[in-house]
Every structure is written in C-alpha cells, then in structure tokens.
C-alpha cells in the first residue's frame, strides 16, 4: 500500500510546492508540504518520511543542503532528493557528497520522477517485510522473553510450558548470566499463577538476618528497628510464584526454615507466634552446583531434595553460540526504544567478533556489549568498530599479577578493581563478566573501598 | 438532477469530443452535458510556451455551473504544472473539476504517420483516468486499469478504456452527490 508511505515536499515556492505534492498525491501516497528549511527540519522532528523532496535553492539562511544536513541528523537514513532549477555540476557534486538519494533537475519528465519515487519505494518496502520477518523470527524461538534456537534450551522451554502449572518445587542451575530468572519467569507466565505475583529475592544480595525477615516477614518490636509488621516475601507471593535466586549463598539456619517451609506451606513472622499459611509455588536457583555443595556439607540433602523436585540446567552461551544472532537482535529491538535510538541491524563483521568471544558472563553480558555498542553507534548498523571494548581471552588490556604470599580477600580487591577499570566503571557489565550479582560486587567495592575509575 | 459537464476549447476536434463525451457518460452512469469554453490564453506561459493546468483547473471553478458534479475541460493546448515538463491532464483528486490535453496524444505529435482510432482512444482513456481522480480514485497498480499512472503513450496504449473491478467498486462505493 502506497498510502503507508508519507513524502516530504519542501520548495518556497508555493506553486512549485504544491503541484509536485498534488501529483504524489494522485499516485497514492500521504504527502505534507513545507515553504521553508526550518519547517521541514520542524515537521521532519516528529516523523520520519519514505522520501523527502527538498528545492536546492531557499531563502531564510536554509538552503537545500544545509536542510538536508540537518534532516539527516535526524534520520540518518533518509531518502532526500534534491530538486532545482539553476542545474550546476558543483551543485550536484555538492548535494551527492551531503548524502543526498538523487538530483533532479526541474521541470523535470513525469516518468523520471515517477521511477525515482517507485524505486525509492520498492526498497523500503523490501526493508520493512525484512523487518517483520526479522520480527517473526525472533518470536518463533522466543517463549516469554527467553530467545533460543538450541535443542537443549527449546527442551527447556518445552519443559517449562508443562510444568508451568504445577506447584512442584523447580530447581535452576547456570552459570552467572544464562538467564535463570528469565526462565522463571517463563514458567510462571505459562502457567495457571501467571495471574498472581511474581516475587524475585537475590539470597546472596542479604545478610542472614535480613534475609530471613525478608523472607518471612516479622512481626512489630522483633528486633531492633522493627517499627512495625512487615510481610515477607512469601506472603507477597501468595497465590503466585516465589524466585529464590543464589539460593547456595543462604546459610545453615536459613536453609532448616526454608525446608519447612517448603514441607508445611507454613512459617512463623520473625517475632511471631502465629502460624502464616501461603499457597506459593518455589523456584530456586544457583549459579554453583548444589550436588557439589551437598557433596562438600554445604548445603543440606534434604532442602536439595525437595527443591530439586523439577530440574533444569541452563547451558552457558558459549554452548549455543547459534542463539548470538538470535539474541542480538532481539536486544536491538528490544533497546532500541530504551535508549531512542534506531538501530535497524548488525553486520557480518560484528557478527563474527561476538560469535567468536567466550562470553563468561553469558547472556547477561551479551546485553551489556550490545547496550554499550548501541549507545556509541553513530549508524544504522552495529559495526566491529562498537565492539572494539570486547578483549577476547588472554589479550587483556591490563594484566593482573598475583605473587604468592597474597590473601584470597586482596587477590579479589585486585581483580575487582581491574574489572572496573577493563569496564569503564560500569558496574552491571562488571559484576556480568565476574559472574557475580551487582549487589555482591557493590558490597565488595564497599569492602575493600575499591575507588570508581 | 446532476450533471457532469464536458467543456471543450474552440479548437478541439469535434468528433474527439463528441467520443469523449459519449464514453464518459456510459462509464460513470451520468448524463453528460457539454459546454463551450472560451480560449485559454490567461494560463499560457510565454517561457515555456504550454498552458498551466492549474490556472485552466481554477478557471473551471470560477465557470462551474452549479448543477455540475463535475467538470471536465478538454483542449489541444499543451498542459503543464510547474514541477514537470508536461502532463496528459490533471485533476482536482475527490474535487470537481479535471482537464486533458489532447496535444501529446496525436502519433504525429511523435513523428509518426496520424492514426485516427489509437488518438480517439487515448483521449477517453485520458478522460476516464482524470474524472476518475474527481471521484477520489488513486494510481491503480493494476497497469491495464484506466487508472494506471500514464507517464509516456505506451502506458496510455497498455491500458484498457476501462476501470479494473477494484477501481470499478471503489467508484461503485463512492457516496452519492
């Protein structure tokens, strides 16, 4: 349809103006009209046109060029012809150079104009239907957010769908960054609680005794501070699903409480006398390998047991690699409007740079690299050159040494700084390539009072 | 009772008009009326020495009479509007009043030896597409509808003197005036 397509005409003179815009109009396109420069530039700030037709020659300090110049700032991509009466082949050179589609010479033949126009058209069309099915693409391997092609993460999806409405206790192993809240939440929506809360709590992100009142909520004078009673999140969760994320981090206390609650669907508030029953689904995760915890005494069988009811392993992203172009352009689409910018693609260069990295901090970190890549991005595509930060192994930028006689706690301090320098400071593409949460990096930063690069 | 009015120039051929008039009456279901216009020499300009269609569009408006649904002028004077170097015709789109040259439509007009039918058949093909843009119709993609964008006469030739079944029902949906 010609009508989706809207034309910009901009000439001073009105007749000139109109009669070009009259004749699009007859073909069937949406077409708006402007006297000067500075109003094409004003209505080109509210909407992006297929084409804009835009005379050489404009009095006000604007001229044709200079108009161009700035339409394009706006869209980088748009396609601007040039129209003029006073034909030089300065001019021309001139407006070619400045990114201008065509130059054209007025009056000029019907037939010119009417291929220019239909050719300019067939393009964006032929952009628009890849970008719809780039868009189904995405959505055939997408299950609630969660982007993958690999068999082993679409028997993870198929798996989620049928277990999505049961209450059964689901345990999540993967590596920092593979998505195990993202599945989580897949399983939750698919189901019959996709109604009812979701509540996310980060084990690793608070103190025992925080994370217990967390959890379980307390009563009015518990402890010192508890000014009144507070819901934990269990009773947040009722009727929905609850996400205990880093669930390895939670100590031997908390480990026996959670246990019963998972047994009785019940809990004491801390400070309380009375019995809470909740209807909640648990989902557990870990980044470490509870059979090893449980093989080493760190955490109890039985809690590993009866959370392990419904097992699902995540793979690290450098085991599907064929999920990275996948993943990446649903994190274009999905930032694009986040940070308003239009970013359409990413080229084979770039491509083969992001394919060919380790990832360790998976998925997560894939998310930042195109975030930072996005935000520096001067054009339509994601190029090598936006990647340029990302070092693959053994080719740091700085390399840390640890000689022996150092501690474990000034071996992290080390890296940690190192880590932040490597990032620029950035915390959350810190803590990703770390492999640890961003809670857990800014407790350490406080720690070890590792100054911010 | 509305008409639709079919103005010539003095120096039309006649029996171009006369073809003109009686196609357009059978293909919109209307009666035709015509009327005689005066020269157009106001739209003529000296530089580029055709006939600006807008002025003869406004000119229309002005002489319009009033139990016209539409209007359509037809001359032998070579049209133009200031962005192209010519046009067949042109017409006010979902407006009332059109005009067509019959200048480029002559094979003499190309060098060639005059062929009476192929003209005849241009000039209503021409007269169709424009009084077809009055009733608000567009560019048809369909390249044999009579409302296929004619940029040279071998697009006019590739069109049938007809509209398409698409064009055909939009005209038929059209509210009655």
Known sequence: MKSHWQILVVDDEEVMCESLAAWLREDGYLVDTAASGRGAVEKARSRDYAIYFVDLKMPGGMDGIETMMQIRRLHPDASIIIITAYATVDTAITAMKEGAQEYIVKPCNPEEISLLVSRIIKVKNLQRENSILRKKLTRQYSVHDVVSKNPKMQDILRLAQEIASLRSTVLIQGESGTGKEMVARAIHFSGDRAQGP?????????????????????EKGAFTGATGQKRGKFEMADGGT???????????????DLLRVLQDRSFYRVGGSQEVRVDVRVIAASHVNLQQAVAAGKFRDDLFYRLNVIEVRIPPLRDRREDIPLLVRHFIEKLSPELGKEIQGISEGALRVLMDYNWPGNVRELENAVERAMVSCRSKNLADTDFSFLVPDGDSPRRVSFPAGMSLAE??????????????????????????????????????????? | MKYLYVGATPEVDREALTAVRDRVAAEFGVTVREMALSEIGFAFDPARRQYGSTAVLEMLMRVCP?????FLA?????????????????????????VISLARLRQEF???PPNREVFLERAYKEALHEVGHTFGL???????????????????DGKQAAFCASCAAALRRRPRE
């Open chain 1, 198 to 218: 979701f509540i996310a709590v980060s084990c690793a992100a608070l103190a025992e005794t925080l994370l217990e009142s967390e959890l379980f909520g307390h």
């Open chain 1, 242 to 256: 609850l996400f205990l994320d880093e669930i390895g981090d939670i100590s031997a206390k908390l480990q026996v």
């Open chain 1, 411 to 453: 071996m992290e301090k080390v890296l940690i700084a190192a880590t932040l320098e490597r990032t620029g400071g950035n915390i959350k593409e810190s803590a990703s390539v770390l492999g640890i949460d961003r809670s857990t990096i800014y407790e350490k930063i406080r720690k070890y009072e590792i100054p911010r690069p």
């Open chain 2, 66 to 70: 009033a139990d016209a649904v539409k």
């Open chain 2, 74 to 98: 037809v001359t032998e004077h070579d049209l133009f509007i200031p962005v192209l170097t010519f046009v067949y015709g042109h017409a006010q789109l979902g407006g009332k009043a059109a």
């Open chain 2, 110 to 112: 190309y060098g060639l």
């Open chain 2, 138 to 156: 567009v560019h048809c993609a369909d390249r044999s509808c009579a409302m296929a964008l004619g940029t040279n006469v071998r697009q006019i």
